[in-house]
């Protein structure tokens, strides 16, 4: 994995988009002190992120198969850029139209995912698609881990927003660059030119939930067991939705963290959180039956949520619930997202189906953070509740799965065929009985 350098740039491209765009941690406190309920605040400008998400993910992926993969993350990354600059102010209404942007920009990961698809041999596109899809789930513990450093090296940082915006608005600037040295890897970009008015319907029609759900049987009738793994997909977004909500957790409630101490605690979760994920991933995944693995995950997620409810009144419990959801229950998301990928590529890999499950997602995040939100305004350990029902439902859906999910969920890939197999003349072919 490591030693492709394709890859590590696509990884390169998202990381840094991730962080500039969850970069800002706990000092977002700093643009909502002067809303009402404030936890609200704090994880309604993901609801609003995620809800805009919803209407441009399928436009930018349609967008990315016909013009390409790289000019589409230029102009992707330049608007990520420009959405930063709105944090300049340190004002509420600069807040709300960096959160809206963003909103657009997730895009990007479409065409990030569409782009490992397009590169990747069979035999690693779940690993590959893995660590990727961890990357962008786990945006708000990877973007806090970062920027720690800043308020690690910067006492003024930890009480003025203004340093990190400006180191966020360098990572803008970088990942433009990055974009700029991104290759081509769409080979059928360009045969068709794409039309502004096309693309326009795409995000119209992402508004209409309806349509990109039929668009979906569509392609569960080219793809069987797409929409079956899109559900549980969903179903897992609601279920580990509380990551969205760690902010206003550490910050609103009786733990009462400040900008270092969340610093610390994005920090040590977003290390073991990599760590796992990378060796999951790298020497893992491909050698288990992956619904077995979620069956472990998400059980081991409801106890931890439990966990979370009692966690107000001690840090060193946080910090030992933390440990094991990092190491084990962060997993999920690129668990799913990566066999989402690998049944994607069987069916063409479009980016505009890559976009269309963003945008499907992006309904479920938004129902979630929009759910979390108004129930930290209950209490803070509401959300958690809402979770953990949310992961029992997870498993019942994971124990119904039909046989066309069940041959993407139970496949051990160790013991299927590789590229290079495929590639071998028929004489060279093992003989068969």
Request: charged content about 15%; overall charge neutral; glycine content about 8%.
């Amino acid at each position: 994995m490591l030693k492709n350098r394709r890859l590590l740039l696509i990884f390169a491209i998202v990381f840094v988009d991730v962080v500039a765009a969850n970069g800002l941690g706990a000092l977002i406190t700093k643009y909502v002190v002067a809303l009402p309920l404030k936890p609200m605040m704090l994880t309604g400008g993901t609801a609003l992120m995620l809800g805009i998400q919803l209407a441009l993910s399928p436009a930018i992926g349609h967008w990315s198969d016909k013009a390409g993969r790289r000019p589409v993350a230029i102009a992707v990354t330049i608007t990520s850029l420009i959405s930063t600059l709105f944090l300049w102010p340190l004002k509420s209404w600069g807040y709300i139209v960096n959160r809206s942007m963003k909103g657009g920009t997730n895009g990007l990961y479409a065409v990030m995912r569409s782009a490992v698809a397009d590169i990747a041999p069979k035999e690693k596109l779940l690993n590959w698609s893995g660590v990727l899809s961890f990357m962008v789930g786990a945006g708000s513990a990877v973007g806090g881990m970062v920027t720690a450093i800043l308020l690690y090296l910067s006492p003024e940082a930890r009480i003025d927003a203004m340093p990190t915006v400006i180191v966020l608005t360098a990572l803008g600037v970088l990942n433009i660059g990055l974009a700029l040295c991104f290759k081509e890897t769409n080979d059928e970009a360009g045969q068709e030119k794409p039309e502004f008015k096309a693309i326009a319907t795409k995000a119209l029609n992402a508004l209409k939930v309806i349509t990109l759900w039929r668009q979906l049987d569509e392609s569960e009738k080219e793809v069987p067991g797409i929409k079956p793994l899109f559900i549980l997909n969903m179903l897992a977004t609601l279920g580990f939705g509380y990551y969205a909500f760690f902010l206003a957790f550490l910050t609103q409630s009786d733990l009462n963290m400040g900008p270092l101490d969340t610093a610390y605690f994005f920090t040590y979760f977003g290390l073991l959180a990599f760590i796992s994920n990378y060796i999951f991933f790298e020497y893992i995944v491909h050698r288990i039956n992956k619904r077995k693995a979620i069956f472990f995950i998400v059980g081991t997620s409801i106890l931890l949520q439990i966990g979370y409810m009692f966690s107000e009144s001690s840090v060193t419990l946080l910090y030992i619930i933390a440990g094991i959801d990092a190491v084990v229950v962060s997993l999920i998301g690129g668990l799913i997202g990566a066999m989402l990928s690998v049944v994607t590529k069987e069916g063409g890999g479009q980016g505009e189906v890559f976009g269309n499950i963003q945008a499907l997602g992006g309904v479920a995040s938004f129902v979630t953070a929009l759910v979390n939100s108004l129930l930290s305004g209950v209490s803070m350990i509401a959300p958690f509740i809402f979770c953990a029902l949310s992961s029992l439902v997870v498993l019942w859906w994971t124990m119904r799965l039909p046989d066309d999910a069940r041959k993407y969920t139970d496949r051990i890939e160790a013991d299927q065929p590789t590229d290079e197999d495929d590639e071998q003349p028929q004489a060279m072919q093992p003989a068969r009985a």
